[in-house]
């Protein structure tokens, strides 16, 4: 256990490695965390596939030159607003633009989300009650003006590892709207296009509750904040 230097009061312990033989509450914050960051990296593949259908609608074979363009914009905004840009000029006066752009929009939220998590740190913070089990979280970083000073803040703004599990939830459930997509702005240059099956699949976009019979929980307004 180590107090904030800052803080002789504030007790705590950060998640290094091999920290979770002497704290089991870092394991499962490990693998939530672990988890969404999975999870969002299938997001990131799915929106190479999206940027793939813009450029090259028809042949749409991966170029060497279309994935360097994709992977040489390194910010994850950047290269989600590039794909934007290609996309209205491609689809603005398509009916897969009003479905893209609720992705787009929802694809930015979810990505400060994800780009927030990438700079905390995992720590467990002790109660003063001590009758307590320790809290893992990830929060921001000791010395961090914004860092929590206490067990019951942590609780109110870090990401626990049920909160993690959630947004791997959701990300899943983001990465398998964006597959939908993808198969429908394909199915839009095949010579035989269907109309029953574009309405199909958009049906799928815009109700996504008909993609994912899992009942979501809603998160704490802690978390939700975030966003």
């Known amino acids: 256990m180590t107090a904030n230097a800052l803080d002789p009061d504030r007790l705590f312990r950060v998640c290094t490695p091999g920290a979770e033989t002497d704290e089991p509450a870092f394991i499962e914050l490990l693998i939530a965390y672990g988890q969404a960051m999975w999870s969002w990296s299938r997001v990131e593949s799915k929106l190479f596939l999206i940027f793939a259908h813009a450029v090259e609608p028809t ?8 994935r360097a363009a994709f992977f040489s914009i390194i910010g994850a905004r950047a290269r989600l607003d590039m794909i934007h840009s290609v996309a209205q000029v491609m689809w603005k006066k398509s009916g897969a633009w009003k479905d893209w752009v609720a992705l787009y929009e929802e694809c930015k939220t979810q990505l400060r989300i994800r780009g927030k998590m990438a700079h905390l740190t995992g720590h467990a913070m002790y109660p003063s009650d001590k009758r307590k089990k320790p809290l893992a979280v990830i929060i921001e970083p000791i010395h961090h003006l914004k860092s929590p000073r206490t067990h019951g803040e942590a609780k109110s703004v870090g990401y626990t590892t049920d909160q993690l599990n959630q947004y791997a939830r959701e990300w899943e459930h983001l990465n398998s709207r964006l597959g939908v997509f993808v198969a429908l702005v394909s199915h839009q240059t095949q010579p035989e296009a269907s109309e ?5 699949l958009r049906h799928l976009l815009q109700h996504p509750s008909a993609q994912n019979s899992v009942k979501q929980e809603r998160l704490p307004k802690s978390s939700r904040k975030k966003s």
């Open 59 to 66: 042949t749409n074979n991966h170029s060497k030159a279309l």
């Open 196 to 200: 029953e099956l574009a309405a199909r």
